[in-house]
């Protein structure tokens, strides 16, 4: 089913350190409001999915620009500095109600909660329609160097689909508790725990 997003303002967030709580969380430093001739297709109406994501990476060079702003014109002598700055920074588009609808990184990384990744998307339709269905060819051959690679290809890409799909059962729009995804995958919390952590540790 195809989505449709009005985006209403671009929050550019910085990380900081909550000391009550001792983690680091995003804080919006900055909010720029969307110009509706701009977000809306031709005609009015919403953006699909496509057009969106476009939208959304066309952002990457102003926050770049905010990234430097934030760590001061003085730190950007060296790539070094400039690297870390763009790590901490990041874009939020949002709706009228304030539903987080896409980040963008500097790079021009964009991820919309609930949607899967296109390049795994499509690595997961051509394990399924291409590639694993020849592993049993491949063994049936004897080739069983062939079919051993064809089954780590397809292990990663699995590994990398269960990795995301957590990721949007957990973390998305109606977040599943993080028991119910663990009884979903047939494990305890302990071993969901281990498996999966948040790359970066910031509280949503």
Not at 15 to 37: F, K, N
Not at 45 to 55: A, I, T, V
Not at 82 to 100: C, K, T
Request: aromatic share 8%; charged share 25%; with cysteine.
């Amino acid at each position: 089913m195809t989505r449709f997003y009005r985006p209403d303002r671009i929050d550019y967030d910085v990380v900081v350190l909550d000391r009550d709580r001792g983690i680091s969380r995003w804080a919006t430093a900055g909010v720029e409001v969307v110009d509706p001739p701009q977000a809306l297709v031709d005609g009015g109406g919403s953006l699909d999915s496509d057009s969106f994501r476009g939208y959304a990476a066309s952002i990457a060079p102003r926050l770049r620009d905010f990234a430097e702003q934030v760590a001061g014109a003085d730190q950007f002598g060296s790539n070094v500095h400039r690297y870390q700055s763009y790590q901490v920074v990041r874009a939020a588009v949002r709706d009228g109600r304030g539903i987080l609808l896409a980040e963008v990184r500097c790079d021009g990384s964009v991820t919309i909660p609930g949607e899967l990744d296109q390049d795994l998307r499509r690595q997961f339709i051509g394990m399924i329609n291409g590639w694993l269905p020849m592993t049993i060819r491949e063994i049936d051959r004897s080739s069983y160097e062939n079919a051993l690679m064809s089954l780590v290809k397809a292990r990663r890409v699995m590994d990398a689909m269960l990795r995301e799909v957590v990721g949007l059962a957990a973390g998305g729009l109606d977040p599943m508790p993080w028991d119910k995804v663990a009884a979903s995958m047939s494990v305890n919390r302990e071993t969901l725990d281990s498996w999966y952590r948040s790359p970066d540790g910031l509280a949503k």
